[in-house]
């Protein structure tokens, strides 16, 4: 069996992802263990493939717990709090536990890829706040000997098309806003064949968001 771990299990694309991971009969060889401060939040899902564990992701001796003998790690957020505990706590227990794939959600924007007017209505609408810390995350997984994959992402709606453009790591970003479910898709991709996108930075957008200068939603 293979253990795949996920960091914010409770949020909307991590939902979508463990739905599909325990629905799809292509995983039914993988065991997840979901570390969340609100286990109450999950007490819906009812699986024998399924553990458990409170506590937070800035816990450095919860991350090394956890990923112990994992062969996938997911972050379900955007890591854009100050000092970037979690990514920081991903490298070190990748190094003691020897795991080395994560998937890690960022901001579009990252690297100032997003032409135009919506360019710079996104780096005032998300703000130095968020982009300071986000950016040093992502560093910190690009200067890691990690097999990682940042997925950077526009404004979220809920439609449920699954339908999405990808842009690499020095390409313009395309779009103004991607669904969940599309994200989610992504991650599953990448989930069954982890040799998708390595050490690879890549923006997600719906096509048809394309030359808009606000999110579409």
């Known amino acids: 069996m293979k253990k795949y771990v996920i960091l914010h299990p409770t949020g909307r694309i991590s939902r979508l992802v463990i739905k599909h991971l325990l629905a799809?009969?292509?995983f039914s060889d993988v065991e997840l263990e979901l570390l969340t401060q609100q286990p109450e939040l999950l007490a819906d899902l009812k699986s024998d493939r399924i553990k458990l564990t409170e506590g937070a992701a800035t816990d450095l001796d919860k991350i090394l717990a956890v990923t112990k003998d994992a062969d996938l790690v997911f972050l379900g957020k955007v890591d854009d709090k100050k000092f970037t505990v979690i990514s920081k706590n991903l490298?070190?227990?990748s190094q003691e536990n020897g795991f080395d794939r994560v998937i890690e959600l960022s901001l579009a924007g990252l690297y100032y890829?997003?032409?135009g007017e919506f360019?710079?209505?996104?780096?005032?609408?998300?703000?130095?706040?968020?982009f300071l810390p986000a950016r040093e995350a992502a560093h910190r997984l690009e200067e890691a000997d990690l097999d990682y994959t940042l997925i950077r992402m526009p404004a979220l709606t809920d439609w449920p098309d699954v339908k999405y453009s990808l842009t690499g790591r020095y390409d313009e970003?395309?779009?103004?806003?991607?669904?969940?479910?599309?994200?989610?898709?992504?991650v599953l991709q990448i989930m069954a064949d982890p040799s998708q996108y390595s050490r690879?930075?890549?923006?997600?957008?719906?096509?048809?968001t394309?030359?808009?200068v606000r999110p579409v939603y």
Do not use: H, N
């Not at 360019?119 to 005032?124: I, K, L, R, S």
């Not at 991607?178 to 989610?184: D, F, K, M, Q």
């Open 173 to 186: 970003f395309v779009g103004t806003s991607v669904s969940r479910a599309s994200v989610a898709d992504l």
């Open 91 to 93: 490298v070190k227990a």
């Open 119 to 130: 360019g710079t209505w996104v780096d005032e609408w998300v703000g130095s706040g968020r």
């Open 24 to 26: 799809d009969p292509q």
């Open 210 to 212: 394309a030359g808009y």
């Open 113 to 115: 890829e997003i032409p």
């Open 200 to 208: 690879a930075s890549v923006g997600i957008s719906q096509p048809e």
